[in-house]
Nanobody, 127 residues
């Protein structure tokens, strides 16, 4: 079993930055492509990132492309989401999850069907 735990969510002003972390336990993290999705109350789940096991291939949703960066440290079994230029519409609960499906040939974010995700961490962007 893969267990995931997100942290780092906070209240931040529009235009601000925030970095989320996700620590994995219970399985071999380095063998798994990892992603982030978010969900606001009353809204559909939105897949926003996927990163391959090598940490090089990264795919993003159009809504966050150019503002968010995902990375991973396999030695620490940790996934990161660096967010900048935050907007109110970024508000929601952010989850790390696995598996996702990296697009090695382009920048498309391939729809994921996750088997594992964490409890989520709340990000609120407001003045």
């Amino acid at each position: 079993q893969l267990q995931l735990s997100e942290s780092g969510g906070a209240l931040v002003q529009p235009g601000g930055s925030l970095t989320l972390s996700c620590v994995a336990t219970g399985a071999v993290f380095g063998n798994k492509a990892m992603g982030w999705f978010r969900q606001a109350p009353g809204k559909e789940r939105e897949e926003i990132t996927c990163i391959a096991t090598n940490g090089v291939t990264k795919n993003y949703a159009d809504s966050v492309k150019g503002r968010f960066t995902t990375s991973r440290d396999n030695a620490k079994s940790t996934l990161y989401l660096e967010m900048k230029s935050l907007k109110p519409e970024d508000t929601g609960i952010y989850y790390c999850a696995s598996p996702c499906f990296p697009d090695y040939s382009g920048s498309s974010l391939i729809p994921a069907s996750y088997d594992y995700w964490g409890q989520g961490t709340q990000v609120t962007v407001s003045s």
